[in-house]
């Protein structure tokens, strides 16, 4: 009896630790410097209600780094350049950050006004 409970509480803990210390330190990983800029090159060209006909692109992307994470994702700070034949694209260059999350596998940026 006694060697069947240590059985299972060693198969408990080594569940606990390799299960859950994945799982964890997955989702508290933030988004690379490259993983940032193909969201965002997304979500500039691809805004919710409408169609981009001008293509947007980022000439200069240089990741800041990201807070703690929260329920949103990831506030993380950037510094960018874009490029565009519409000159209301340039006013991007002034955000300076945005929440970054995860969804189906795939970092996406919360749009940042």
Same mark, same amino acid.
């Given at each position: 009896m006694?060697?069947?409970?240590h059985?299972v509480a060693?198969v =408990?803990v080594?569940? *606990?630790i390799c299960?859950c210390g994945?799982?964890?330190s997955?989702a508290?990983?933030?988004p690379?410097e490259?993983e940032m800029?193909?969201a965002a090159l997304y979500?500039?060209?691809?805004?919710?209600?409408?169609?981009? =006909?001008?293509?947007?692109?980022?000439?200069?992307?240089?990741k800041?780094g990201?807070?703690?994470? *929260?329920p949103?994702g990831?506030?993380c700070?950037?510094?960018w350049q874009?490029?565009?034949?519409?000159?209301g694209?340039?006013f991007?260059?002034?955000? *300076?950050?945005?929440?970054?999350?995860?969804?189906?596998g795939?970092?996406i940026?919360?749009?940042?006004?």
């Amino acid at each position: 009896m006694k060697a069947k409970f240590h059985a299972v509480a060693m198969v =408990s803990v080594a569940v *606990t630790i390799c299960g859950c210390g994945s799982a964890a330190s997955q989702a508290s990983q933030e988004p690379s410097e490259s993983e940032m800029r193909e969201a965002a090159l997304y979500a500039i060209n691809h805004p919710p209600g409408m169609s981009n =006909s001008d293509p947007i692109s980022i000439k200069f992307f240089k990741k800041e780094g990201c807070d703690s994470p *929260t329920p949103r994702g990831f506030q993380c700070h950037f510094d960018w350049q874009v490029a565009s034949a519409n000159l209301g694209a340039s006013f991007y260059n002034n955000i *300076t950050s945005s929440v970054f999350y995860k969804d189906s596998g795939k970092w996406i940026m919360r749009p940042p006004f």
